[in-house]
């Protein structure tokens, strides 16, 4: 329990973070990754060098010595942290080395001087509390998935049963449990870990499951479409070199945004590969009747997946009605609804009248910025807009 005299300490140090608190927090990982290479699988190191990481933790570490006496405050933020931790199986021993990692870049940081002995006592408490917060959580989810039925701890082995091209740049990958078991259900929007070994050094994934298939007489399968991006180690391999009879080890389901349900219209806006979440969305919306406004933007018809799928469910549920946007058409494309950028006004004309709907989008976070402002200009309420980060969480702001 942090003392009156420690929990001032830790609020007056919100002004140092917010001018030098990514500065800080590079420092901070600099020290784990050579200290404690035990814990490397658990970063992507292309989050870290394009600098999201390092800010994704600055602003948590902002926000949490903001609420400091009130973590209450902190909304959402706590559930996707513990979130990510368990896709990637975070646990109890790995805090210690956070924890004397991130101590030791305040004080060479911010030097002696302003790090003092109180300040460094103060936020080891502080850490202290957050740690017992996160580790309690993460346990009884740990325990939640591992008695839940065809649930797993740990690693399990998948074999790879089909490998389907969506796009230019996307492909599917269908995983059925090597034992043969049962296999856990989840909630439309959540992601699964992956645990591969590229250039001989382990490394820990999270891609959103755009499928469960459960087919008499076959053994269950999830499925996720992945995008090959140029410079992901993890997905290039996936792609070059996962075939299919490969086995990869899998964590179980994890993720905050998930459907809700309810009969307000549904809106699902994706960008570029933002549209696997959505699709188990969309697959566990429509037998409900609710009304849904399915709306995906791509750079062009190549690397726009599902559009055949999508169409096909709109020809048999009326309640549907989709809309693409491609940025720069190639010819030959199927004729989208629009071209250019979505704006306000065209997501104005395709969304339904009233602004009391459930909103849910995903892309990248330029595009993802654009769509939160037009919704809450539009008069869709906060609570009732929804949103995933691909890469470590952050504000959208």
């Not at 998935?145 to 269908?174: C, H």
């Not at 080890?249 to 979440?277: H, M, N, Q, R, Y």
Request: hydrophobic letters at 40%; one cysteine or more.
């Amino acid at each position: 329990m942090l003392t009156d005299a420690q929990l001032a300490i830790v609020k007056s140090t919100v002004p140092l973070l917010e001018s030098g608190g990514e500065a800080l927090t590079t420092h901070f990982y600099k020290l784990l990754m050579r200290d404690y290479p035990q814990v490397r699988p658990l970063f992507n190191r292309a989050h870290q060098a394009s600098g999201d990481q390092p800010r994704a933790l600055a602003n948590g570490v902002l926000m949490y010595a903001r609420h400091i006496d009130r973590l209450e405050a902190l909304g959402p933020l706590a559930a996707q942290i513990i979130n990510k931790h368990v896709a990637v199986q975070v646990l109890p021993e790995h805090y210690p080395m956070v924890g004397d990692c991130l101590l030791r870049a305040i004080r060479e940081v911010l030097g002696a001087e302003i790090a003092t002995d109180a300040v460094i006592d103060a936020w080891a408490a502080a850490y202290g509390q957050l740690a017992d917060i996160l580790i309690g959580a993460e346990r009884q989810q740990y325990e939640d998935l591992a008695q839940a039925p065809g649930g797993w701890r740990g690693a399990r082995n998948f074999v790879v049963t089909r490998k389907v091209a969506e796009s230019d740049e996307i492909t599917s990958f269908y995983f059925a449990p090597q034992d043969g078991g049962e296999l856990l259900d989840f909630t439309p929007g959540q992601y699964i870990g992956m645990r591969m070994v590229v250039g001989g050094e382990e490394q820990r994934r999270q891609y959103s499951l755009s499928a469960l298939l459960r087919q008499p007489g076959q053994a269950p399968q999830y499925r996720i479409s992945v995008k090959r991006e140029a410079e992901g180690k993890v997905s290039r391999q996936l792609h070059d070199q996962i075939q299919v009879g490969s086995v990869v080890e899998l964590f179980p389901p994890a993720g905050e945004f998930t459907l809700t349900e309810g009969d307000k219209p549904l809106v699902l806006i994706s960008g570029g590969v933002g549209i696997t979440p959505m699709m188990t969305m969309l697959a566990a919306a429509l037998p409900s009747g609710r009304p849904v406004h399915f709306i995906h933007a791509a750079r062009h018809g190549g690397v726009h997946a599902f559009r055949q799928q999508v169409e096909e469910l709109a020809a048999h549920n009326p309640q549907l009605q989709v809309h693409f946007c491609y940025e720069q058409p190639r010819a030959g494309d199927p004729a989208p609804q629009a071209t250019g950028f979505i704006d306000r006004a065209r997501l104005q004309q395709w969304l339904p009248k009233s602004s009391d709907v459930d909103a849910y989008f995903v892309g990248p976070k330029p595009f993802m910025k654009a769509i939160k402002r037009y919704l809450g200009e539009l008069g869709v309420p906060s609570a009732q807009s929804r949103y995933e980060f691909f890469g470590p969480a952050a504000a959208l702001e």
